[in-house]
Antibody, heavy 118, light 110 residues
């Protein structure tokens, strides 16, 4: 069974940085298309970024230039480095993925909460 | 990327059928067969219900079905049950290696 666990969420000031981790068990992240999805309080789901099996990464316009996704296969972990954080980045951040496609998410973590506030 | 358009809410009685629409453009929903649907109970991780427009993952009841016509995708839930009450989101490829969710629809089982 695939199990994804996010960590690293915290309270941070605007302009600050934070790194989220998504550690997998039951699967190798190197063989998964992995994405980050967020949900701001009272809002819907928003796609943030994806890392392909070949390590290419793509980001939503709202985070491009500020967020970077990477993968450490030796730790079976995917990371989301978030810089220049804004109040509007406040959200629950989920990692999600699929072994066969970047077009859907068959596995999800439980999320980690990021709060950006002065 | 602009969010795909979904109705804010739909409702139905147990045993009835409901359909949730997801409207985009020819650059996303209409241009690719990469629409998926997710059920999200508050406080829980979202769950994949439909992928590639019409395909159902193993374990998802056949009461859930997906379709697409032009720039609008749809999720139909037949034989409504109390546990179907949740938020539902569509998701689509939106060109240039970006992706977009719908705004979400709250399903109420009366």
């Amino acid at each position: 069974e695939v199990h994804l666990v996010e960590s690293g969420g915290d309270l941070v000031q605007p302009g600050g940085s934070l790194r989220l981790s998504c550690t997998a068990s039951g699967v190798s992240v190197s063989s998964y298309y992995m994405s980050w999805v967020r949900q701001a309080p009272g809002k819907g789901l928003e796609w943030v970024s994806v890392i392909y099996i070949g390590d290419n990464t793509y980001n939503a316009d709202s985070v491009r230039g500020r967020f970077t996704t990477s993968r450490d296969n030796s730790k079976n972990t995917v990371y989301l480095q978030m810089n220049s954080l804004r109040v509007e980045d406040t959200a629950m951040y989920y990692c999600a993925g699929d072994p066969d496609s970047s077009s859907c998410f068959s596995s999800w973590g439980q999320g980690t909460l990021v709060t950006v506030s002065a | 990327q602009s969010a795909l358009t979904q109705p804010r809410s739909v409702s139905g009685s147990p045993g009835q059928s409901v359909t949730i629409s997801c409207t985009g453009t020819s650059s996303d929903v209409g241009g690719f067969n990469y629409v998926s649907w997710y059920q999200h109970h508050p406080g829980r991780a979202p769950k994949l219900m439909i992928y590639e427009v019409t395909k159902r993952p193993s374990g998802v009841p056949d009461r859930f079905s997906g379709s697409k016509s032009g720039n609008t995708a749809s999720l139909t839930i037949s034989g409504l049950q109390a546990d179907d009450e949740a938020d539902y989101y569509c998701y689509s490829y939106a060109d240039s290696f970006t992706w977009v969710f719908g705004g979400g629809t709250k399903l109420t089982v009366l």
